[in-house]
């Protein structure tokens, strides 16, 4: 391993230039996944905050007592898909109309507004087809008179959530295709610089694992370079956007170290796909 | 004594280029001094391609050393090579290594620890007369003295046998007789010597025993000087 390590370093004062354009264009390729990602991980937060405004409202009849309110907030309460329940009972209904409608005040004196109840859901549970099958439950309660709950609305959220998840994925995909790619180049170049260093190698009786392992350090080492600088490249340009046109979010710290990590990994398999074809192709010696 | 190469009945043929070997048997004895000789595409680095286990011959086998070319797995090769060594006309040196470190670094991909590294390299090339010389790069050595390197590296490992591809056809007189020397000492020592060459003369001088190949054909083995001087003055 000391060996690798030395032959790495070697490699580097030889050609450094070549060393830091290898880890710089890693560093970009990686850069533009990350700011992929970033925008993912935005609009999905951004869904997300929208997604919990996801509500269904029960009104209730005129002549529900307080001990039928009561009893079904407890059944809602029970039902696994439910985050929390919430009661507004007549009058508080009519103060909060008064209060968000002000200018049809006077009309709504005597005017009778019925209770509801307001149910959200727990995440996962907010899709049209478990929310219609809530209401659904909910509308076979004899107290409740009508559930609403915003159908095109939620419907609406919902594809645009999926067209995001396609997209994303398709996308995603692509960026991760074009940045193995590249890096897959960037790390050929280096192993066909070093080409007659590798047929010296074998003629001295060197085996392919041998041979092997200062590039994979060579690469894995590059990977994690070019993941922290691009880390980096993406933390800045979300802090720009922060400042200067909308509040963004950025990376948590188990994310960055997995995409630090997701470099390193990533340099260590291209190199190791890229050293064996070598390998393979060129004869023994 | 025992036969440490077998050649038998080998030919190796490419798909572009045709036939380069045809029918080729010999035999090299323990601690035998060996020239090959024949001209250009006659087939010599072929044959010693083969030997080293670069290659696998198109029919016949080879056998080097307990290693057979048809039963030979691809990862008996570096051992094989271990116990061979192999010097190139070109001498093929790491240009950004010093002469100790291209000397040490065949003991190093063989797992030898650096205690035992450091004394045999300085032992190496006072062997081959550059021991004042340890630290200087290639290009900083004559043409003679990159060889003499690239045996003593050759030598780092051992090996039984020395396959040497026209180690002196980039060499002026003077160096020529000197790696010649060189690798007679190496020989007088036990180690096996297969030279391919150009040199009519060198061979004649030595009277040694040579093994002729024309057009991929073992034309001669033994060591008639009447006939190589009958192919020197062919030259001519």
């Known amino acids: 391993m000391t060996l690798a390590f030395r032959e790495v370093r070697l490699a580097f004062n030889r050609a450094p230039l070549l060393g830091i354009l290898g880890a710089v264009t890693i560093a970009f390729s990686l850069y533009a996944f990350g700011l992929f990602g970033l925008v993912a991980l935005n609009i999905q937060q951004a869904l997300r905050e929208v997604e919990d405004r996801v509500e269904v409202r029960a009104f209730l009849i005129e002549q529900a007592s307080d001990g039928d309110v009561e009893e079904l907030m407890q059944a809602l309460n029970r039902m696994p898909e439910v985050a929390d329940v ?34 959200r859901l727990k995440p996962g549970m907010r899709d ?13 309660y004899g107290i409740v008179d009508e559930v609403r709950y915003g159908r095109e609305w939620v419907e609406k959220l919902y594809r645009i959530r999926n067209v995001v998840g396609v997209a994303g994925t398709v996308l995603g995909s692509v960026f991760a295709l074009v940045a193995v790619i590249i890096i ?38 590059k990977g994690l370079v070019g993941g922290g600088v691009a880390l980096l490249l993406t933390w800045v340009t979300s802090t ?46 | 004594m025992s036969g440490i190469v077998r050649v038998a009945h080998v030919s190796k043929e490419y798909p572009r280029s045709g036939m380069a070997l045809r029918d080729v048997s010999f035999e090299i004895q323990k601690g035998e001094f060996v ?68 000397v040490a670094f065949a003991m190093e991909v063989t797992g030898v620890s650096n205690a035992v590294i450091t004394p045999r390299v300085v032992k190496l090339l006072g062997q081959v007369g550059l021991g004042h010389k340890l630290d200087a790069f290639p290009h ?36 020529t007789h000197a790696i010649y020397m060189l690798l007679r000492e190496i ?30 054909e073992l034309v001669y083995d033994g060591n008639d000087m009447a006939r190589l001087l009958v192919d020197l003055r062919a030259r001519r």
């Open chain 1, 86 to 119: 919430g009661y507004v009972s007549p009058d508080s209904a009519l103060q909060r109309a008064r209060a968000e409608l002000e200018e049809f005040r006077d009309v709504m004196d005597g005017v009778f507004l019925p209770g509801s109840v307001e149910l």
């Open chain 1, 128 to 140: 049209p087809a478990q929310v219609e099958k809530i209401s659904e439950r909910l509308r076979r």
């Open chain 1, 184 to 221: 897959g180049s960037t790390i050929r170049m280096s192993i066909l610089a070093r080409a007659r260093e590798i047929e010296i190698m074998r003629f001295v009786g060197a085996t392919n694992g041998f041979i092997r392992l200062p590039y994979l350090l060579d690469g894995a080492i």
């Open chain 1, 240 to 285: 720009l956007v922060s400042s200067t046109v909308m509040q963004t979010r950025y990376f948590s710290f188990g994310q960055m170290l997995l995409g630090l990590l997701a470099g390193g990994v990533l340099g260590l398999l291209v190199s190791w796909l890229s050293i064996g074809r070598h390998l393979r192709d060129v004869p023994q010696g």
């Open chain 2, 35 to 102: 020239f090959l000789v024949g001209h250009s595409g006659a087939g010599k680095s072929t044959l010693l391609r083969l030997l080293s286990m670069a290659e696998q011959p198109s029919s016949g086998d080879l056998r080097v050393s307990g290693y057979t070319s048809s039963s030979i797995r691809p990862r008996e090769i570096p051992k094989l090579r271990r116990r061979l060594g192999i010097v190139f006309q070109d001498y093929r040196l790491l240009p950004d290594r010093t002469a100790a470190q291209n």
């Open chain 2, 140 to 175: 900083e050595l004559s043409g003679g003295e990159q060889q003499r390197v690239a045996i003593a590296r050759a030598l780092a490992n051992e090996p039984f046998l020395l396959l040497a591809d026209e180690p002196t056809g980039n060499l002026d007189d003077r160096a």
């Open chain 2, 187 to 216: 020989n007088a020592k036990g180690t096996a010597v297969l030279m391919a060459t150009h040199d009519v003369a060198m061979i004649h001088r030595s009277g040694q025993r040579f093994i002729e190949l024309e057009r991929g």
